[in-house]
T-cell receptor
Framework: SQELEQSPQSLIVQEGKNLTINCTSS?????LYWYKQKYGEGLIFLMM?????EEKSHEKITAKLDEKKQQSSLHITASQPSHAGIYLC??????????FGKGITLSVRP | DTGVSQDPRHKITKRGQNVTFRCDPI?????LYWYRQTLGQGPEFLTY????????KSRLLSDRFSAERPKGSFSTLEIQRTEQGDSAMYLC???????????FGQGTRLTVV
């Protein structure tokens, strides 16, 4: 079974719209990471959350960590075509390796 | 450039051949990870190093796979007797340690024909 579940699987939004994607862990989270990936390329680090209730922003992207729910959400405000890609959440589970979800494919229609 | 570097970017090989990939981490990063990613999936953990010590290997890492990190600097991942199922993107990442940001290279795309 997948330790990190991401939802929705894919998302298509109109340019300018806001959107939220989620990442839920089945195990205790020691750290939650968000990455973005363009098809066929490496992962680009967006942000890392460590404490419950922590919230970080980078440009128009905001991520929050709900430690009790073992869940993180990533919110994009006023989406642009440049936001399109695959969003992956990763987590330090079992205090060792960084484990990833399957990713969410975001398309932004001009 | 001080990012993670992987070489080669692309590799096409015939089934049964051996291949070796190289990863140069960000300097002073003591952790180095190897992942494999197939289409539509997230990166799957293969192995990681703390300095030169290989601390964990996934069940995915059959005896045809071997990884090294001599002197705790660059790392190599070798696949012997490649199979078509080995076709994937192989990603390397490095970090300063646990619970620290991990930065990825551009990956090596392997195609076994």
């Amino acid at each position: 079974s997948q330790e990190l579940e991401q939802s929705p699987q894919s998302l298509i939004v109109q340019e300018g719209k806001n959107l939220t994607i989620n990442c839920t862990s089945s195990k205790t989270l020691y750290g939650l990471y968000w990455y973005k990936q363009k098809y066929g390329e490496g992962l680009i680090f967006l942000m890392m959350l460590q404490k419950g209730g922590e919230e970080k922003s980078h440009e128009k992207i905001t991520a929050k960590l709900d430690e009790k729910k073992q869940q993180s959400s990533l919110h994009i405000t006023a989406s642009q075509p440049s936001h399109a890609g695959i969003y992956l959440c990763g987590a330090d589970i079992a205090n060792s390796k960084l484990t990833f979800g399957k990713g969410i494919t975001l398309s932004v229609r001009p | 450039d001080t990012g993670v570097s992987q070489d080669p970017r692309h590799k096409i090989t015939k089934r049964g051949q051996n291949v070796t990939f190289r990863c140069d981490p960000i300097s002073e990063h003591n952790r180095l990870y190897w992942y494999r990613q197939t289409l539509g999936q997230g990166p799957e953990f293969l192995t990681y190093f703390q300095n030169e010590a290989q601390l964990e290997k996934s069940r995915l890492l059959s005896d045809r796979f071997s990884a090294e990190r001599p002197k705790g600097s660059f790392s190599t991942l070798e696949i012997q007797r490649t199979e078509q199922g080995d076709s994937a993107m192989y990603l390397c990442a490095s970090s300063r340690g646990t619970f620290r940001e991990a930065f990825f290279g551009q990956g090596t795309r392997l195609t076994v024909v």
